[in-house]
């Protein structure tokens, strides 16, 4: 018989390894819920509309731009915050509460494919709660996972965050043809309000308040990570970003994340306009394999903690960069189905592993007194180039053929692997303990 007191202290983060990873994974499926959406079931459906390339670029290129601000939200959650309730928890609920009245304001948009320009920003306010959601988890899960959770955390994370937005575009996908825009947003809808729900539930230590007119305090431990001043802030970020390691992580972040924007600018016309395929079943082909590859990647996790992250990201943007670099030459199998297939798999199952990879290392290489404020901006940063990516598609695209296109991809992820391989981590660390003991 379970007592109502262990009830209650299984819902603490602190207190259950279970319930972080299970709390972090269906946070990162709030996550990945808007992007099935706005970047690969809207994208396809538009170009079935008969939308212009150059609109779509668009429509991609300032709908993710939220993702590479994130940064402005990283100081204010370091600064700020209802301690009584946790020091992410408040900025996670509120941010939920914005993404699912940002959703259900989607539904009314009237004539979509006529109304580019609308549909662009109220994808852009969507992402804007989603980002801020993101940073605040993000937090979180460096303030409540011991580094050597954060490996098999991540793993999971990662595929919730696939496992969302595979079920968003599957979803969403469905219900654009079927249902129109209004259908959308109702499906999206009911899978915020109910991770919503789950953020109100959860707490992240002992003795924490569960809503602010509720009984509660924060812990000792809350209290010193807090900064209470933004000049702390400041101080203490632009020691450890400008730090060499630091600024090649930016570097290296830049140039896989140009080839992620150019993936999702062009995929979609590809398989929608040259192709043939309707755009639900591009949908439906991107969340079966999404799926799968989320699957794949959760064998990642406990080797990222026994091995590190580093070697299996090399690796893997090697392996990312070749198999563009081949389907860029090999043009002419482009109509075989099994190519096809072959290269959505590949795309899917190696860009999970750098996803993994990828947010592993930056947590690992946070100083927890600027942590969400250090993590946005490695965050942001990789959002803003896939945006950049996607501008520079938009741009470039009259001037290349498909082939080409690819080949651009393969080269920015070995350019990618060229960085991480100069990366000196064992020196970072050594300097971050010393600026540790100089605070």
Not at 50 to 79: E, Q, T
Not at 195 to 213: A, D, K, M
Not at 300 to 323: E, Q
Request: include cysteine; glycine fraction near 10%.
């Amino acid at each position: 018989i379970v007592s109502p007191k262990t009830l209650v202290v299984s819902f603490y983060l602190s207190e259950s390894r279970l319930l972080r990873i299970g709390s972090f994974t269906l946070f990162y499926v709030a996550q990945g819920l808007p992007i099935g959406l706005i970047s690969i079931a809207l994208p396809a459906w538009l170009a079935e509309q008969a939308a212009s390339i150059s609109d779509i670029a668009y429509f991609v290129a300032i709908s993710g731009l939220p993702w590479g601000f994130k940064l402005l939200a990283g100081p204010l959650m370091d600064r700020f915050s209802y301690l009584p309730m946790g020091r992410r928890r408040p900025w996670i609920i509120a941010a939920q509460g914005g993404l699912l009245l940002s959703v259900c304001l989607l539904g009314l948009i009237p004539d979509p494919g006529n109304n580019i320009v609308l549909l662009t920003w109220i994808a852009f306010l969507i992402n804007s709660f989603a980002a801020v959601q993101d940073v605040a988890v993000d937090g979180m899960a460096i303030d409540v996972l011991p580094e050597e959770e954060r490996g098999k955390a991540n793993a999971f994370m990662g595929f919730g965050q696939v496992a969302g937005f595979s079920g968003s575009a599957a979803a969403c996908g469905y219900a654009l043809v079927n249902f129109g825009i209004a259908g959308a947003a109702t499906f999206l809808a009911i899978g915020v309000a109910f991770i919503f729900s789950w953020g109100v539930l959860v707490r992240e230590r002992l003795g924490e308040r569960l809503l602010p007119w509720t009984s509660g305090q924060f812990t000792d431990s809350v209290r010193t990570q807090h900064n209470s001043d933004w000049g702390s802030i400041v101080v203490n970020l632009l020691k450890v970003l400008v730090l060499p390691a630091s600024l090649l992580l930016v570097l290296m972040a830049l140039f896989w994340r140009i080839q992620a924007g150019f993936w999702m600018a062009a995929v979609p016309v590809i398989a929608v306009s040259e192709l043939g395929y309707a755009s639900d079943v591009y949908a439906n082909y991107n969340a079966v394999v999404g799926f799968l590859a989320a699957l794949f990647g959760l064998t990642f996790g406990p080797l990222i903690d026994r091995t590190g992250s580093r070697n299996l990201l090399l690796i893997a943007l090697v392996l990312m960069g070749a198999v563009h670099i081949c389907v860029g030459t090999l043009t002419g199998l482009w109509t075989h189905g099994w190519f096809q297939l072959f290269v959505l798999v590949a795309d899917a199952f190696i860009g999970q592993v750098i996803f993994i990879c990828f947010i592993a290392m930056h947590m690992n290489v946070c100083w927890a007194k600027v942590a969400a404020t250090q993590f946005a901006i490695y965050m942001a940063w990789s959002n803003l180039s896939r945006s950049i990516g996607a501008g520079l598609y938009g741009e470039l695209q009259a001037l290349l053929n498909y082939g080409q296109e690819f080949m651009i991809m393969g080269f920015s992820s070995l350019a990618a692997a060229a960085v991480l391989f100069l990366i000196n981590f064992d020196k970072y660390r050594l300097q971050v303990q010393l600026l540790k003991d100089g605070n």
